[in-house]
């Protein structure tokens, strides 16, 4: 079938924006009334649900998907109930949209207010959970945008399922049909056209693997917010509490390895490498990390294999870390920017001054003295459900919540002031 | 000449991140002081600045440019003591490096705080005027950033010698000789190898012609930040006091005609139209206003020129003025959703809530009640001196002052905390 991308995606982001346009205006209650709806939907039509899962349960297993990548897919009762759950927590969120967010008045009266207002239209690609699919609707009709989601394909049929939830949740408030789209086209030449559609699209956020996010950066003419990969560090500085270290490194690496927060990459000043590092590095050992190190963390512990430069880089997302020993605070500072992520770097160290050091000179998105890097997280940070991580500069930086999906206008009020 | 552009592109990035890394530990004394002998310097150089700029005027009437175009070229010593005036009243505004936005503490002890810090490599694509060398560069320094600027190709000898002015005047105080670097290979070619170093450049600021920043939002897979142009309007409503309504249109059409904040199209509400408007309308084109009308201005205005529909969304930079009679003011706000570019657009009213009305459902940069759209701009919105002005959603909207070249990071303080 032959298939006019181009316009199907300038069609779709028009409907999107013309729903923004009726999200912006909702009140907040109304908003809150929808999300109700989503979630007793969600609960009604688990059945249908279950069965549209089970689809492509079925087609994924016939794949020859991993059993961790099926499971990924899983839906059953207790899951939907806890998307139904989510869906209720964000309608009780604050609602930022209409906040004030600074107001001045100028020599000729002018009164000048910074308004947050929603973003607009909101694209997602992600991939194969379908409990983002709610999750994100959820996020951006509270924060009054309107949103094209575009999921796995393996998840598709659950997504559609899970869509038809949503989209009679929000209809059932008065909110437009269009207030949450779902990609259905798995091409990626459509995928492409949606992401030249910056007349109607305001942002895209792009949550998976790193060649799925590169291929959204050189692709959109869209704003992108994003992060690539999460290479975490902890340095320990010489004057390190030797118990807090220990305990912020086991947890860092080990409480689950898997997430983009885990740390990747352990630091040591040279000060604690003989006395102290062997000891951590077994325990490590002992709860199944392979350790990568440079020749100094080689020389003192013979169970580390030799690391490589790539694994510097190394995003693992597995019980693996690497260690190198370093002589000084600067030197763990240039290897963070030379080989970091800008995603969550730690120092443990019991010096205020080096902390400061530490905190001012390294730029990652979120900074952490004697904490775990598992703490860089929406909920953890208190900011609520999380949209995503992002370690660029512009706009949102670190755990991404509702309020990140939001932007402001300036409003000006006079009394018929002129320029001379 | 062959040339490997990807290279040299790469080479320029990495030099800039270096040197920004050294930017955002400066001190702000550190920063003023290197504000303070870029201005000497300019003014100790100004001879060799005025015989490189004699050389870009000499070529640029050679090539036939405009004389208002040759006009925006010059340097004399009169533009030069500005100049060098403006750098010195960046150096007075506050310092938003460090700054705590937010801070916060969790339950578990956890202390959270946004910290503002640069940007960090800021990419400038300006035209024509050599002014915006040293105003960006400065601003830049200001906020802690690195910058490469890249000019207009006609101006190209005097950027260089104001951006040795400013090079000394940065080294002179130990900052890096990078800085601030100037391109100097005029071809495109080099500009899109810049636009896609997203490894070491942070964002992208164009500034001129629609053309242009179309290229680069095309070509780029740095974050861009932009404004295509301003179709501005002013709306008055039935019940706008007349007198005040012809003041702002005036002032909004008249006082500036070729700059993004003035007026293109005025929207009038039918209740107006037969009394009022052919006053308004005889005012405007006695003082050489083009009036380009519906056909229900037409009807009462026998000077208008019927509007075709890409008046609706011309940038006329001149003294022409789209006109438009509208039955409601959902009717107007509707024309500025749908023709509008989210620069500025004003509403002249009595009415409390018709004023609330439009400043709730138009979501332009920056929406004005009884005032002169003439208003959007950074220094009249009392943020300094201006980097550009954003029409997007993400990061800064409006104009934008020094404050919007940094963004935060997430600062998290805690002793010892682990996740479980």
Chains 1, 2 share one sequence.
Not at 395 to 407: C, E, Q, S, V
């Amino acid at each position: 079938m032959s298939h006019d991308y181009a316009a199907s995606a300038d069609a779709m982001g028009r409907r999107a924006r013309a729903a923004a346009r009726a999200l912006a205006a909702a009140e907040t209650q109304v908003k809150n009334r929808a999300l109700e709806a989503v979630a007793e939907r969600l609960s009604v039509d688990r059945e249908s649900i279950k069965e549209a899962n089970a689809a492509d349960l079925e087609a994924a297993r016939q794949a020859g998907l991993s059993p961790a990548m099926v499971d990924r897919l899983m839906l059953d009762d207790t899951r939907i109930d806890a998307v139904a759950r989510g869906v209720r927590e964000i309608a009780g969120l604050a609602d930022p949209v209409g906040e004030t967010i600074e107001q001045w008045e100028r020599p000729n009266g002018l009164k000048i207010e910074r308004v947050r207002i929603p973003l607009g239209v909101v694209l997602l690609i992600y991939e194969s959970r379908p409990n983002v699919t709610v999750d994100a609707a959820a996020l951006c009709i509270k924060s009054g945008n309107a949103c094209i989601l575009r999921g796995g394909k393996e998840a598709l049929r659950s997504n559609l399922a899970l869509h038809r939830s949503i989209a009679a949740g929000a209809e059932s408030v008065g909110l437009p049909t269009e207030t949450v789209q779902m990609v259905d086209l798995t091409d990626h030449a459509f995928v492409n056209a949606l992401l030249k559609q910056d007349r109607w699209i305001d942002v895209v956020i792009p949550r998976g693997g790193e060649q799925l996010i590169r291929t959204v950066v050189e692709n959109a003419t869209i704003p992108v917010i994003k992060h690539y990969k999460g290479v975490c560090h902890v340095y320990l500085d010489a004057s390190a509490d030797p118990a807090m270290a220990t305990r912020v490194v086991l947890n860092a690496k080990c409480q689950r390895p898997g997430v983009c927060n885990a740390t990747e990459t352990l630091l040591v000043h040279q000060a604690l490498a003989a006395d102290y590092l062997p000891g951590l590095l077994g325990q490590l050992a002992d709860q199944g990390v392979t350790i990568r190190g440079c020749p100094r963390t080689c020389d003192v512990f013979d169970r580390a294999q030799p690391a490589s430069e790539d694994d510097w880089t190394a995003e693992y997302l597995d019980l693996i870390l690497a260690v190198r020993v370093v002589d000084t605070t600067d030197e763990a500072i240039d290897h963070i920017a030379r080989y970091g992520s800008s995603h969550t770097d730690a120092i443990v160290t019991s010096s205020r001054e080096i902390a400061q050091t530490f905190v001012r000179r390294v730029d990652s998105s979120s900074v952490m003295v004697n904490a775990s890097t598992r703490f860089s997280d929406g909920g953890e940070y208190g900011l609520g459900a999380e949209v995503g991580i992002s370690t660029d500069k512009l706009h949102a930086r670190g755990p991404m919540g509702i309020r990140d999906l939001t932007t402001y206008k300036y409003v000006v009020r006079g009394d018929g002031q002129v320029r001379t």
